[in-house]
């Protein structure tokens, strides 16, 4: 079982908000990839891998889907917050993981996409109850994908959000395609989409990507607020409301998965044919770091400089 009661691992957070009466407690496993915290009735999910700036490898991927699987059938369990530990929510799929894996062959391209669940975990799941997304640092590719995925997002004001995939050749295949248009509209989806530029704060608030814009800090204690306040609601109108809302824009739950299911179809040849070389650049030679744009090597630099010097001296002769 994931699904445990544990100390929280945010001390200044849990004396602000949680009286001890109402946080039962047992012991902390702070080795797990995925940390879940029972506050009461509310559950806070948190991906834990700072080092990587909480980048989803393939079993931390599962961790999360089973983490949520649990909170949705626990009847104690009411609200979820998503979060990251150490600074960012989520910088998207493990690109090491990609590059070596399909690179080296020691696992096929099925054996990622094929199955009922999506690369980041609960992307494909039909969760019942609320999530609420706490975003701080990056929440790009894969990780806006997550964040797309919750019910409500709060942002911090310092947060980066986008599709950076988009420099590495790394199609959107975890419900981005279907779900960015469906909350902020097809124009704005698109630019994102197309332009995979990174969007802050004020904008994304403006655009209906966030519900919650909140002091840099605050971003978990004020999701874990929202979440405390939706428990007082009678849940099960809540959910019924929840599910209506999402069948009107995605229509119901086969017409949900055969849109997930396409998105996944039409991108599965993109992955062999540019994703794993837009990894191996970002990996090897660290290229399109750092929300950089350019995928270009030092090499390749130096050489269309020197292209650009012969010309300027054609010019002048």
Known sequence: MILRNILPIFPRFAGAIFSKRNIRTSAVFKASTVLVEKLGDVVCIGINRPEKRNCVDVSTGKLLREAFEEFDEDPESLVAVLHGVGGNFCAGFDLEELSKSLGNNSVTLDDLLDGPHGLMGPTRMKIKKPVIAAVNGYAVAGGLELALMCDLRVMEENAIVGVFCRRFGVPLIDGGTVRLPAIVGLGRAMDLILTG?????????????????????TGLGQAVNLARALTKFPMECMKADKMNAYCSILGNEDGMKEKLDAELSRARYVIREESVKGATKFVEEKVGRHGKFSLDTKEAIAQRRTRLGDLNLERHD
């Open 197 to 217: 530029r990174a969007v802050g704060c004020k904008e994304a608030l403006e655009m209906g990507l966030i519900n919650r814009a909140v002091a840099v800090g």
